[in-house]
């Protein structure tokens, strides 16, 4: 059984008279382990997809399982439990609470989970250890880099042990040197068997994932454009389809 | 195919404890990250809560002092009646009225059983002389022993007359302090207590004699600073004068300056002395239309003082007396009842009012504390959109964030309302020390009480709405929020 299971979703805006579907009849399954972008312009719908899979929006229609939880049919407050549990979520401008220091930011979801404090402060001690930050655990995020801030959402994202991992423009915010390394970061979690969502708009970063979507108009695109500058050469070493499921 | 084992899960919707004790700790975080901005929101919760506390410790000081005036003068089941102009419809009947007399005590004393003493009064308008020196007491009347049991007096010198010294109209007295202050000097001004005892003291020209005094009458905090004064002035006293005039000019209380005031003669020799026409020009000095004086003595009570068996059966005995009065006096309704219920009444109806209106003062003042919170707190979320945005994203429950900022709000106000209480002894002290008033506020463990739960009451009401506002905010236009 995949991991995400969506079926012919669709979320309609409407503006007055006017209807705007952000998604239309999406259909698409992630399966346990995977590493798969969403690629797309802006305006595409590939933030409302992720905004939906990641239980921070519901779906006009269509149904959405994840980790076997019909999610549309879940209460606000079993969404928030299951963003706690089953989610993580990195953000293009890394979203950490400027007052709290580092290890604070990063007990942040423990403590909707009700961990105690001191395996809060052990597990975020050892989230931080993974993504090499554990020597700035005291700072505050303003001391931080841009990608020591990234490093540190990830590590927030991760200790809860998530089933799942979606990363919105991680790399939007930084420099490319620092951009790659975050991207190597997830690449390395990837191996580790974590599953992860990459949602960009560009195809570089879309690279380095074995599996893309193409979302346009709120569809996935039937074909890749593998035109795309690198892609075809990354696509065949890493020996798995370009092309979205139907 | 499992549904839902997330929903089923009693983990996931566990709401534990010390996930409010980290709501407390993440409200007292941003207080003190904003204090100055806090510090002005809690001065409101902090000035509603000490006038509050302040106000009810005033009104009870008063209510106690007047109290305590209340019991000084006989208590609840005292009645006195006195003349009283004769109704218009009865006027006809003017020359047949006797007023209050001597026999009218007679028959109430066998046919009112609920009246347990009674004490006839018969005043005197009296210059008193002795010592070289001139006062005219308050009150110098002719009673009957039982006037002791009557009024709560207590002889502390010498003794009061007895039934006897009344038969035989012997020219004694039993004087207050206040009389004995003002003709030989209080012990603040002479430096050792008089006891006049034995002394002539001359009323009206004629001479008595002092065969007792009663112990001096003040309210407990009169006689407590009295004791401070004493206390003080003991140890380093080396001329032997006491400059102390605390007590005796002290004339705030009134109702026990004027039981101070007071002098007692037996009633047959008031009535011998007085209304035979002896010192008939003494009399009409007083100015009294009503006493009318006559050759032959005036036998006329100026008010008759009756003691009933108990409050509750106040209505039944009035009615009594009323009947058996009315019987001796043909009918003729030339007398009428002044019960102490009526003081206690308004001593009642005050404190209700000025419990009510400081009461109300208070609350909109706490109210206005509340307001403020309320707006701040509204201020700190449009602050915070981003903040709870990210809590929502990281798996914060809609009632998280609810309790975030209430526990915020609730916060604030504890802490304004501890520094309130702690404010308003301070208030309190400083009132008392400049006001006025005989009556030391005082500080009721209920008031601390009632003042703490409206403050924290204020701020669970002030933060609901913020709160609510809050938890609502969506999570997606939250975290793009800027």
């Not at chain 2, 008759?304 to 043909?330: F, G, W, Y």
């Not at chain 2, 609810?402 to 609730?410: D, M, R």
């Amino acid at each position: 059984m995949p991991l995400v299971e969506l079926r012919n979703v669709s979320k309609i805006y409407r503006l007055g008279e006017e209807e705007i579907r952000a998604l239309d009849d999406v259909t698409l399954d992630i399966g346990e382990g995977e590493f798969i972008s969403i690629i797309g312009p802006s305006g595409s719908g590939k933030s409302t997809l992720m905004h939906i899979l990641g239980c921070l929006d519901s779906p006009t229609k269509g149904t959405i399982r994840l980790d076997g939880v019909m999610i549309e049919k879940a209460s606000a407050r079993h969404l928030a439990a299951i963003r706690n549990r089953k989610i993580g979520f990195v953000f293009q401008f890394f979203n950490l609470l400027p007052k709290l220091n580092v290890v604070q930011n990063v007990e942040l979801p423990m403590i909707y989970s009700g961990v105690s404090g001191k395996e809060r402060r052990q597990r975020a001690m050892a989230a931080l250890e993974a993504v090499d930050l554990a020597n700035r655990a005291k700072h505050r995020p303003s001391q931080l880099s841009g990608g020591q801030q990234q490093r540190a959402a990830i590590a927030r994202a991760l200790v809860n042990s998530p089933r799942i991992v979606f990363a919105d423009e991680p790399t939007g915010n930084l420099d490319s040197h620092t951009g790659d390394a975050i991207l190597s970061l997830f690449r390395k979690l990837s191996q580790e068997g974590r599953t992860i969502v990459l949602v960009t708009h560009d195809p570089e970063i879309a690279a380095v994932t074995p599996r893309r979507i193409e979302i346009r108009d709120g569809k996935i695109a039937i074909k890749i454009d593998l035109a795309l500058a690198g892609m075809e050469r990354r696509a065949a070493s890493a020996g798995t389809s370009a092309v979205a499921q139907p | 195919m499992n549904p839902a084992p997330l929903a089923t899960s009693p983990e996931v919707l566990r709401h534990s404890w010390s996930q409010l004790g980290i709501s407390i700790l993440a409200g007292m975080r941003e207080i003190w990250a904003h204090k100055f901005r806090s510090l002005l929101t809690m001065l409101g919760i902090i000035l509603g809560v000490s006038s509050l506390v302040a106000m009810s410790a005033l009104v009870a000081g008063m209510e106690k002092g007047a109290k305590e005036a209340l019991v000084a003068i006989g208590g609840l089941e005292k009645v006195r009646i006195e003349p009283q102009g004769i109704p218009v419809e009865q006027r006809h009947l003017s020359d047949q009225a006797t007023g209050i007399t001597i026999n009218d005590v007679q028959a109430l004393e066998q046919s009112a059983p609920l009246v347990t003493l009674l004490s006839p009064e018969m005043r005197v308008f009296a210059t008193l002389t002795a010592n070289g020196k001139k006062f005219r007491p308050w009150n110098c009347v002719g009673v009957w022993p039982a006037a002791l049991e009557m009024n709560e007096h207590v002889v502390e010198h010498g003794r009061m007359f007895n039934e006897l010294d009344d038969e035989m109209a012997r020219s004694v007295c039993v004087i207050g302090t206040e009389t004995r202050d003002e003709l030989w000097g209080s012990p603040e001004t002479v430096g050792h207590e008089v006891i006049p005892v034995g002394e002539t003291l001359f009323i009206n020209g004629v001479p008595f004699t002092v065969i007792g005094m009663f112990q001096h009458y003040e309210s407990e905090r009169d006689r407590k600073e009295r004791l401070l004064a004493q206390s003080q002035a003991g140890q380093p006293q080396a001329g032997g004068v006491v400059r102390n005039q605390g007590r005796g000019r002290r004339r705030g209380n009134f109702v026990f300056y004027l039981k101070n005031a007071t002098v007692y003669l037996p009633l047959n020799t008031v009535w011998m002395k007085f209304r035979s026409g002896a010192s008939q020009i003494a009399i009409s000095y007083g100015g009294a239309s009503r006493t009318v004086t006559g050759t032959t003595g005036d036998p006329r009570l100026s008010g008759l003082d009756a003691k009933l068996a108990s409050v509750d059966v106040l209505p039944e005995a009035l009615q009594q007396v009323r009947n058996v009065i009315m019987c001796t006096h043909k009918g003729i309704e030339d007398f009428t009842f002044r019960t102490q219920e009526d003081w206690a009444e308004q001593i009642n109806t005050f404190v209700h009012n000025a419990r009510l209106s400081g009461g109300l003062i208070a609350g909109i003042s706490l109210l206005v504390g509340g307001i403020g919170i309320m707006n701040i707190m509204l201020a700190s979320i449009s602050e915070r959109v981003r903040e709870i945005g990210i809590r929502k994203s990281v798996g914060a429950a809609t009632i998280d964030i609810f309790t975030q900022i209430l526990v915020e709000s609730v916060v604030i106000a504890i802490l304004g309302g501890l520094t309130g209480l702690a404010t308003s002894f301070a208030l309190v002290s400083a009132i008392s020390s400049f006001s006025p008033t005989d009556n030391a506020p005082i500080i009721k463990v209920t008031a601390l009480a009632i003042a703490f739960a409206f403050s924290v009451l204020v701020g669970i009401l002030a933060g609901i709405f913020p709160a609510i506002k809050a938890a609502r905010l969506n999570p997606i236009q939250a975290l793009r929020y800027e």
